[in-house]
Nanobody, 119 residues
Framework: QVQLVESGGGLVQPGGSLRLSCAASGSIIDINVMGWYRQAPGKERELVAIVTRGYSPNYADSVKGRFTISRDNAKMVYLQMNSLNPEDTAVYYC??????????????WGRGTQVTVSS
């Protein structure tokens, strides 16, 4: 069993900051790619930021200069979000490409964490 669990969402005022965390657990051999996606009401899920081992992170244009993705060990990924605005309101999902102990590789998703930016 492989699980991704997000945390750190909440309500924040415009201009504020939040830090999201995602922890992977289970029968994991390796995680090559970890990323954050978001889905706002009535909109499709979109890529926010992604980090692949050995490469520089990639960001959506709408968050460049405000959000920072980082990994501090093999199974954790973070998203530091600064200068938040109401357009950042969405459910944020963690996604990882995982090689499991069964020898299979695939994309796994967390259940999401709500971020609401409002005064």
């Amino acid at each position: 069993q492989v699980q991704l669990v997000e945390s750190g969402g909440g309500l924040v005022q415009p201009g504020g900051s939040l830090r999201l965390s995602c922890a992977a657990s289970g029968s994991i051999i390796d995680i090559n790619v970890m990323g954050w996606y978001r889905q706002a009401p009535g909109k499709e899920r979109e890529l926010v930021a992604i980090v692949t081992r050995g490469y520089s992170p990639n960001y959506a244009d709408s968050v460049k200069g405000r959000f920072t993705i980082s990994r501090d060990n093999a199974k954790m990924v973070y998203l530091q979000m600064n200068s938040l605005n109401p357009e950042d309101t969405a459910v944020y999902y963690c996604k990882a490409r995982i090689l499991t102990a069964l020898g299979t590789s695939g994309d796994f998703w967390g259940r999401g964490t709500q971020v609401t930016v409002s005064s």
